[in-house]
């Protein structure tokens, strides 16, 4: 069965950073691309970054973009989100997510993890 | 970044009834339009994706349409289980940015 496990969220500080980490399993990590969207409490979702399956290409939100870095490791079947320089509005509940169709770009996300909730408050 | 509106943001429904939601993208997008129903405490799940292309596992009542700029989820005869919020998503360029919801709810 395919699953994706996403970890690391918690409390951080306005400024602070984390790292979150999607284990996926199930499938042949290396062919898909993969992305993580954001769910700020009450509000809807967000893309804020996609990864090709090889991890040569990646792309941000402008919210995001300069204070974020997405990356995979292929080889354990992981995909991870660096998040740094942390404003109070990047409170959400971050899904890992595998977009449907083997190394297509332009396509839905099949497969969302049960998300990791990242709280930056001081 | 393409904006993606969804309209109504609300609706009232009952079990039976016959629904249509419509998204509408700030330029082309050819069909790279999906749909996704989210119930309160979990994570989103893909109903339609490609505009008009159901996802496997969901039920018939769900269709799409649409290419260009405008497009509909309708939802054929409401069942106690489709109350929950849906979001339209464009995949045409990154980032892949979703509509604001709408919030479907008993009548």
């Known amino acids: 069965e395919v699953h994706l496990v996403e970890s690391g969220g918690g409390l951080v500080q306005p400024g602070g950073s984390l790292r979150l980490s999607c284990a996926a399993s199930g499938f042949t990590f290396s062919s898909y691309v993969m992305s993580w969207v954001r769910q700020a409490p009450g509000k809807g979702l967000e893309c804020v970054s996609v990864?090709?399956?090889?991890?040569?290409?990646?792309y941000y939100a402008d919210s995001v973009k300069g204070r974020f870095t997405i990356s995979r490791d292929n080889s354990k079947s992981t995909l991870y989100l660096q998040m740094n320089s942390l404003r109070v509005e990047d409170t959400a509940i971050y899904y890992c997510t595998k977009i449907k169709q083997k190394l297509v770009l332009h396509d839905g996300s099949d497969i969302w993890g049960q998300g990791t909730m990242v709280t930056v408050s001081s | 970044d393409i904006q993606m509106t969804q309209s109504p943001s609300s609706l009232s429904a009952s079990v039976g009834d016959r629904v249509t939601i419509t998204c509408r993208a700030s330029?082309?997008?050819?069909?790279?339009l999906n749909w996704y129903q989210q119930k309160p405490g979990k994570a989103p799940k893909l109903l339609i994706y490609?505009?008009?292309n159901l996802q496997s596992g969901v039920p018939s009542r769900f269709s799409g349409s649409g290419s260009g700029a405008d497009f509909t989820l309708t939802i054929g005869s409401l069942q106690p289980e489709d109350f929950a919020t849906y979001y339209c998503?464009?995949?045409?360029?990154?980032?892949?940015?979703f509509g604001q919801g709408t919030n479907l709810e008993i009548k």
């Open positions: 490609a505009a008009s």
């Open positions: 990864i090709s399956a090889s991890g040569g290409h990646t």
């Open positions: 330029q082309s997008i050819d069909n790279y």
């Open positions: 998503q464009q995949s045409y360029s990154t980032p892949h940015t």
